[in-house]
C-alpha cells in the first residue's frame, strides 16, 4: 500500500459514510436497485480505476480497485457489488476490445456515463459457460441474437453489456459482443426481490431478434471463452474477494461496537472470555482474509502469474466472511436476528458472494488440480504474455 492508496481509502470510506449509509434503509425496504446511487457512485470516476489515463481513466490498478469496492462494500455489500460488477465489464473491453471500441467506450466508463456489464450465465447452464444456448447468427454487417442471459450483475443499471453468445460448436464456438441497452430486441426481465445485496440488480436479460452490428463483435468469432473465462477469473474472483473483505471488516466493527455497548452482570459482554475469543478469531480471520487479497492484487498489477492465488484469495475472503458472520450473530444472540442492528444484512450479503465467479469448491478443486501440477497454463500468465489479448488453448 502506498500513500496514494490510503488517499484514496479515505476519500471512498468518507464518500460512503455520507452518501451511501443514510440511504440503506431505503434500498433495505425497497429491496430493488437504487439508480440514482449507482450513478452518483460511477461519476465519482471509481468504475476506472484500471482503465489507463489515456483514456480518461485513474490507471491506478487492481489494488486501488480492491481498496474501493472494500470501502464501498464495508458500508454497503450492495454498492461494493455494483462497482465490482461494473469492472467485470471493464475488463473485456480493455482485454479484447478494439482501437475504436476502448476509445468509443473506455472515457464514457471512466467519466460515469456508462455501467458496464458482463452476461455469460443462462438458466439451463449454469456455472457450465460451454453449456449455453444463447445464439447469434452472421446476417451482412450484423448479427442477430436470440437468447437469454441471467444473474447479469448491474442487469437493470447497465448501459453497455458485454454478451458471450454462441455462434459454432464446441468451445471454439462462443463469440463476445457489445449490446447497449437501448437497442431494439434487448429487453429487461421484471427485478427479482432476492435475500440480500439490496440496492444493486443481477437480473435476466433477453434477446429477440436483437441485431448488433459486427462492429461490436469483441475480438474475433470463437474468442468468446477467452472473454468469458478471463473475466471471471482474473477479475470476477479479485472483485468478489473485495466486496467480501468490505462486508467482513463492516463485521467486526459491528461486533466490537454492540459488544462494547451491551451490558451483562454489570459489565460490557465484551469483557466475558468466551465473547473475547470470537473477537479475537474473527480480528484474525479478517486480518488473513485481507492479506490474501492484496497480495493476490498486487501480482496482477504487477503482472505475474496469480490465478491461484486468485483462487484463494475468494475461497479465504468468503469462507472467513461466513464464518465471522455466523460468530457475530452469536454474540449478537436474538437481537442480531432483528433489523435493529446491521448484522444479520451482512450475513445475508455475504451468501451472495459465495457462487459467483466458482463456489468454493470450485475453488478448492482448481487449487488441488494445481497442486497436483495439472493446470494448463494460467489465464493471468497469458494477458501478460499476449500484451492483453489471451490466447485460448
Known sequence: MTEQHDTLRARVRDFA????????????????????LSRLIAAQGWLGVTIPTEYGGMGMGHLAKTVIIEELARVSGAMGAMVQASQLGVAKILHFGSDEQKKTWLPRVADGTCLPTIAVTETASGGHVLGMRARAVRDGDDYILNGHKVFVGNSHVGD???????????????????????????????QQSTMGL???????????????????????EGDGLAVAYSSSILYGRANLTAVSLGIHQAILDATVEYASERELYGKPIAELDNVKQKIGQITSRLMTARITAYHAAHLLDRG??????????????????????????????????????????????????????????????????????????????????????????
Open 17 to 36: 459514510e455520507r452518501e451511501v449509509r443514510p440511504l440503506i434503509p431505503e434500498m433495505e425496504s425497497r429491496k430493488t436497485v437504487h439508480h440514482e
Open 160 to 190: 453497455l453489456h458485454g454478451v458471450v453468445v454462441r455462434t459454432g460448436l464446441g468451445p471454439k464456438g462462443l463469440t463476445a459482443f457489445l449490446v447497449e441497452a437501448d437497442r431494439p430486441g434487448f429487453a429487461l426481465a421484471p
Open 304 to 393: 505475474e502469474p496469480c490465478d491461484i492465488e486468485l483462487m484463494n484469495a475468494k475461497l479465504v475472503n468468503v469462507e472467513s466472511a461466513l464464518d465471522s458472520a455466523r460468530e457475530a450473530m452469536e454474540i449478537h444472540a436474538a437481537i442480531g436476528l432483528t433489523t435493529e442492528r446491521p448484522v444479520e444484512r451482512f450475513l445475508r450479503d455475504a451468501y451472495h458472494i459465495f457462487a459467483p465467479a466458482g463456489t468454493s469448491d470450485v475453488q478448492r478443486l482448481r487449487l488441488a488440480e494445481a497442486a497436483m501440477g495439472r493446470t494448463r497454463g494460467q489465464w493471468s500468465e497469458r494477458i501478460a504474455a499476449n500484451g492483453g489479448a489471451v490466447a485460448v488453448h
Open 198 to 220: 439490496h440496492g444493486f440488480s443481477f437480473g435476466e436479460v433477453l434477446f429477440e431478434n436483437c441485431r448488433v452490428p459486427a462492429a461490436n463483435r469483441l475480438g474475433d
